[in-house]
């Protein structure tokens, strides 16, 4: 994402540091300790809390959050859309979970999952979701995307996705669409959408959500015959500073 790209205001945040880290250096829990010391002022509130988080980018280290088209775009879908179900692959520290799980409640929308594989992000992102007052609505999932998506499907919890927005490990993005499609969650009017697939680019994904239903099926006729080799990315693909944050 742009370094340039600020998710509210005006004022950009920091730029992304160049030839260093720029996530999980400590940042994301010295954002939870800068939003926490503010909690009287933000409690209760996801824009306040949002914003807290925004200044934290704009004056102290950049973060990797949804931009403001971004942003924009898939509240707007969701306002439009109304989902009662809504699934998020890759929370990162939860800006994107707080931002569309406030439009999801606000669109009459019943329950909202935010699904993270590391465990310190997954916890910063339940905490901003508890002091947005959005704890009973969003649930967070700490695990692989694959292995939580199966889980909350084996305890019945998920039975459907009326919205499944992908934000993780790139080459995650076609497998476990399939994988939703195959447990059928996906239906008819469910709405994708998935972040990075123009830039950095994830040609696999695009070329699967643009196929037809029989290219599909062969798709995964060939794949099991194959073995799955998670779309045909590379190692160093694979292990891209993407992995698994949203």
Do not use: W
Not at 12 to 41: I, P, T
Not at 83 to 108: C, H, I, N, Q, T
Not at 219 to 234: E, N, P, Q, T, Y
Request: net charge negative.
């Amino acid at each position: 994402m742009p370094s340039a790209d600020a998710p509210s205001g005006q004022t950009a945040y920091q730029q992304k540091e160049l030839n260093a880290s720029f996530f999980d250096d400590g940042r994301e829990l010295a954002l939870l300790h800068y939003v926490y010391s503010q909690s009287d002022a933000v409690r209760g509130s996801p824009s306040k809390v949002l914003a807290a988080i925004d200044n934290f980018g704009q004056q102290q280290k950049y973060l990797m959050n949804v931009g403001t088209e971004k942003g924009r775009i898939v509240s707007q879908l969701i306002e439009q859309t109304k989902p009662k179900v809504m699934v998020e692959l890759g929370a990162y520290v939860g800006y994107s979970a707080v931002l569309f799980a406030d439009a999801a409640r606000r669109a009459g929308g019943e329950r909202y999952y935010s699904l993270e594989r590391d465990a310190t992000f997954a916890a910063v992102t339940t905490a901003f979701l508890e002091l947005a007052g959005l704890g009973s609505f969003a649930k967070v999932v700490v695990g692989g995307s694959a292995e939580s998506i199966k889980s909350l499907f084996d305890q019945g919890k998920l039975t459907t996705i009326d919205m499944l927005f992908l934000d993780h490990y790139k080459p995650a993005y076609t497998t476990d669409l399939k994988l939703c499609e195959e447990l059928g969650l996906i239906h008819p009017g469910t709405v994708l959408a998935a972040d990075n697939v123009i830039s950095p680019g994830n040609p696999p994904y695009l070329a699967y959500v643009r196929s037809t239903t029989e290219q599909k099926k062969k798709a995964l006729i060939d794949d099991k015959a194959a073995g799955d080799d998670r779309d045909g990315f590379v190692d160093r693909t694979k292990k891209s500073v993407s992995e698994e944050t949203g």
